[in-house]
Structures are given as C-alpha cells and as structure tokens.
C-alpha cells in the first residue's frame, strides 16, 4: 500500500464552523506533512510532524491546529476560517525528514472553500 | 530557504527528450536535490532525487552539476502523459519547499 489518502475530497464551510481534514498512510512512515496550495501556484509548507511531534510550523495562523494522533494519521482542524484560505490542503509523507531517505507521497488533496 | 529557479514553462514533441533546468545557486552541502511533477488535480508525484552523482530511474535521469549550483532533468522520451508542472526542490533536514516551477507542454 503505497497511498496517502485524504478525506473529505471537497469540503464547503461558513467562516464560524469548525471542520477537520483527515490524512492517513500505512506505510509506516514517520514524517507528515501538511501544505496548501492556491490555484497555479506551488504548494506551500505549512506543518511538518517527525515521530508524531510537530517539528515545524511555517507561521501558521492558528486558525489551522494539525493533530497527529499517531504514526499514520494526520489531521487538520479548521476554525474560523477566512475566504483566502480557500485552497488545496496536500498532505503527504515520508520515511524520515532527511533528503537522503528518497521521496515524499502525496495524497490528492482536499479542496477546501471558505464562504 | 534555499531557493531554486526554473523557466515558467518549456515545450516538447511527443517522442523527443526533453531537458529541464534548475539553479540553486545557494545550494549547501547537505541539500538533496528532488525533482516532483503534478499532473491537473492530482497531488504531487516523486520523479528523482540525488546529491552529487547523475541518476537514473526508470521515469527520469538528473544530470548535476559538478558544483552543485544547478541541475538538469532529463525525460528521454516525452509522451503526452508528461504535461505536467515540473517542481525542482532543495531537501535539507525537515523542509522541502517548492519553488515556482516549469509547465511542460508535449506536442503531439
């Protein structure tokens, strides 16, 4: 099994709800990953777990909160969000945080709109 | 962070090589240099990686420069399921960030 997968595909909220995108693997991988990608442009880094403890956080606004629950899962809790971060929340996953260790899977995403 | 750049986009025939460059001029000793495509709506997909040395895998080769400050990715045969964005990317300790990338359009 060689797949990130993520949940919901779609999601629609009101800037007043609260909601969670899920990310799971069976891998066995101990690095996550959370980036966001706006329409035409790279995605963009926002959380980085290693053995379950967040080891990076890019200046996320806290209105994003990443949970890592244990090794294959991955979360992202939502609240109060704003209509610019509408976008393509990508999760993805590796063996370790080190180049060395080869590449990083990717779920399809979740498309994210803020009302 | 280490930056990379690369051509906004690049052209190819159907059946031809195709060679995409990349600099990283403020490259370190420890950066891995990854090279990722995405496809329209799908998640980014690994192509290659390497450190020093030329590699070859079976999607790809990645010509680097001896001193380090750029590369080249090589597709031998572009078929139309190429049409991609091209990401080259700096991989050092946690972070790899993504730099703008290259639209590459097969021709049939």
């Known amino acids: 099994d060689t797949e990130v997968t993520q949940t919901p595909k779609h999601l629609v909220m009101g800037m007043t709800n609260k909601k969670s995108l899920k990310c799971e693997q069976h891998m066995g991988h101990r690095a996550m990953y959370w980036y966001k990608q706006k329409a035409k442009k790279p995605p963009e880094l926002m959380f980085v777990?290693?053995?379950?403890?967040?080891?990076i956080n890019e200046s996320v606004p806290s209105r994003f909160s990443p949970e890592c629950p244990n090794s294959s899962l991955l979360n992202l809790h939502l609240h109060a969000l704003q209509p610019e971060d509408s976008a393509l929340y990508l999760c993805a996953s590796s063996q370790r945080t080190s180049g060395r260790t080869g590449e990083l899977f990717f779920g399809e995403g979740s498309r994210l709109t803020v009302l | 962070d280490a930056k990379t750049t690369q051509p906004n986009s690049m052209e190819s025939n159907e059946e031809e090589p195709v060679h995409l460059p990349c600099n990283h001029s403020?490259?370190?000793?420890?950066?891995?240099i990854h090279w990722y495509r995405q496809l329209p709506s799908q998640g980014p997909e690994y192509v290659i990686h390497?450190?020093?040395s030329n590699v070859n895998n079976r999607m790809a080769s990645l010509a680097i420069a001896e001193d380090r400050k750029s590369s080249t990715l090589i597709l031998h045969r572009a078929t139309l399921r190429d049409a991609a964005v091209y990401y080259c990317?700096?991989?050092?300790?946690?972070?790899?960030?993504f730099g703008t990338g290259t639209r590459l359009t097969v021709i049939p």
């Open positions: 990317i700096l991989f050092y300790f946690n972070n790899l960030f």
């Open positions: 777990y290693s053995y379950e403890k967040l080891s």
């Open positions: 390497g450190l020093t």
């Open positions: 403020t490259i370190s000793g420890t950066d891995y």
